[in-house]
């Protein structure tokens, strides 16, 4: 079945720097690559997505890549601010969702 | 339009006891799924649904036991809850792209 691995596991970034966190898959049939955001006590939150006929997305400042031969992809956070501080799960789809075991933001002002 | 609602919020269970978690859309979505979040971990699916009347294994589906009876409700069954499965559910329901979450369902077995 199909594997997420997400890293970094944790990540500490100075306000207005970037910041990048990547997944790799393992199902090549996998067609769609979400990205979620979740705070603390609260449900996960979808900030962008990307399907396999698309190699980026981007929306203001959150930008998804994906190398469909590598079997890899990325989120890009320019400019980030101390409300970016979250959990960030990436997630893959065949027939079901598999998520990744997410990234822990931390933005410091 | 509630989306997609979750009950019960929270419940304590023993060790040994059974219990129904209900998840519920009403945008008409084929697709409804249940995972399950351990403190600081990802989510894990542990049944789905690709629609009424039927249901699939997930990663972890050990211990838990699912109906599509119809297409608007998706339940999840502890048939006798362990404190391994003291947990936060979530429920969710796709199209199939563009996943709608629940707020969750906190659970803890003593």
């Known amino acids: 079945g199909e594997n997420v691995e997400q890293h970094p596991s944790t990540l500490s970034v100075q306000e207005g720097d970037s910041a990048v966190i990547k997944c790799t898959y393992s199902d090549s049939a996998s067609n769609y690559f979400p990205w979620y955001k979740q705070e603390l006590g609260k449900r996960p939150q979808l900030i962008i997505d990307i399907r396999s006929n698309v190699g980026e997305k981007k929306d203001q400042r959150i930008a998804v890549t994906l190398n469909k031969t590598a079997k890899h992809f990325s989120l890009h956070i320019t400019e980030t601010q101390p409300e970016d501080s979250a959990v960030y799960f990436c997630?893959?789809?065949?027939?079901?969702?598999?998520f990744g075991t997410g990234t822990r933001l931390q933005v410091f002002p | 339009n509630a989306g997609v609602t979750q009950t019960p919020k929270f419940r304590v269970l023993k060790t040994g006891q059974s219990m129904t978690l209900l998840c519920a859309q009403d945008?008409?979505?084929?697709?409804m799924y249940w995972y399950r979040q351990d403190p600081g971990m990802g989510l894990r699916l542990i049944h789905y649904s690709v629609g009424e009347g039927t249901t699939a294994k997930g990663e972890v589906p050990d211990g838990y036991n699912v109906s599509r009876l119809k297409k608007q409700n998706f339940l999840l069954g502890l048939e006798s809850a362990a404190p391994s499965q003291t947990s936060v559910y979530f429920c969710a329901s796709s199209h199939p792209y563009g996943y709608t979450f629940g707020s969750g369902t906190r659970l803890t077995v003593v």
């Open positions: 945008m008409n979505h084929e697709y």
């Open positions: 997630a893959a789809r065949t027939d079901k969702l598999i």
